[in-house]
Nanobody, 123 residues
């Protein structure tokens, strides 16, 4: 059974930093790993995504609203993806979801999601 466990959310003051982590289990192979967020009154949006493992020269991609402030990294040996949030703003408040494109034993390639972790930025 595929499982994604997120951690690191919480309350932080504007201008501060936070680190989110997500570890996947029950996976055969991962292609891309990403973070999305659901902010109040808005649709879920992609925040950051790693390049495909088939693209060794690829670069991570970021939403315009977080470029230069957030950084995504992955450890494929540990099936872990991390999102470093720096210089956070109140508008970064929301539920952050880990998502991977992967293949599980006995199944095909598909998207898998974590349960979400709340990030609240106070002004």
């Amino acid at each position: 059974q595929v499982r994604l466990v997120e951690s690191g959310g919480g309350l932080v003051q504007a201008g501060g930093s936070l680190r989110l982590s997500c570890t996947a289990s029950g996976i055969t192979m991962i292609d891309t790993m990403a973070w999305h967020r659901q902010t109040p009154g808005k649709q879920r949006e992609m925040v950051a995504t790693t390049p495909s493992v088939t693209d060794p020269d690829g670069t991570s991609k970021y939403a315009d609203s977080v470029k230069g402030r957030f950084s995504i990294s992955r450890d494929l040996a540990r099936n872990t993806v991390t999102l470093q949030l720096n210089t956070v703003k109140p508008e970064d408040t929301g539920v952050y979801y880990c998502q991977i494109y992967a293949i599980a034993p006995g199944g095909g390639w598909g998207d898998y999601w974590g349960q979400g972790t709340q990030v609240t930025v106070s002004s």
